[in-house]
């Protein structure tokens, strides 16, 4: 794709359980990218889980390590297909090199769909801002997410079908 030089990756961005991690595997399967899952990368790093770093560095320490992770995705030159976590979008320089060294893809999951496969699906396993939601609050934290989704999106895909079908679209669209 044409895109001026900086742009060279794909991002996934949305809320938790819209399927960034599924379907961006799949993505990049179809580009014949390399894919990067942001949060198993820090999992990796920190060698602890999600849930042990809140622990132990606080959400401000997943945080930093998430910015700094993505600061060094952004300049790697292979184009990547990049699934984010959740929150990445919080940090205002993250939404500017988000923008800056990818097209911005919002996987878009009405919330009730979302509450529905996150509380059915183990979606408390390795989440802890999930598990310390109840259902309004983390209706609450959807909204204020969601206008920031937007605001970084070059495009806004409607993740309702299977996962298949959202990477082979995005394939189409994106190639
Ligand atoms: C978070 C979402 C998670 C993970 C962390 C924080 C969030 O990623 O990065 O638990 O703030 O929404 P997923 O969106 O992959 O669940």
Redesign the pocket.
């Known amino acids: 794709r044409a895109d001026a030089r900086g742009r060279r990756h794909v991002y996934l961005v ?5 399927g ?2 599924t379907v961006g595997r799949l993505l990049a399967r179809e580009l014949g990218r390399r894919w990067v899952d ?2 198993t990368e ?1 999992v990796r790093e920190a060698r602890r889980s ?1 849930a042990a770093i ?1 622990a132990a560095e606080g ?1 401000e320490g ?1 945080r930093r390590r ?1 910015a700094e992770l993505l600061a060094r995705l952004a300049e790697e030159e292979t184009p990547l297909v990049v ?6 979008v ?1 940090r205002p320089e993250n939404r500017e090199r988000l923008r800056a060294s990818g097209i911005v893809v919002y996987l878009e999951v009405p919330f009730s769909n979302l509450w529905k496969r996150l509380s059915e699906s183990g979606g408390h396993s ?5 598990s310390l939601d109840d259902e309004a609050s983390l209706r609450e ?1 959807f909204r204020t ?1 969601e206008a920031l989704y937007r605001e970084v999106a070059d495009l806004v895909y409607a993740n309702l079908d299977t996962p298949e079908r959202a990477a082979a679209d995005l394939a189409r669209t994106l190639k």
């Open positions: 949305g809320f938790m359980g819209a960034k991690s942001m949060d820090i999600i809140f959400e997943f998430e699934s984010t976590g959740g929150g990445v919080l390795d989440r802890p801002l999930f934290r997410r």
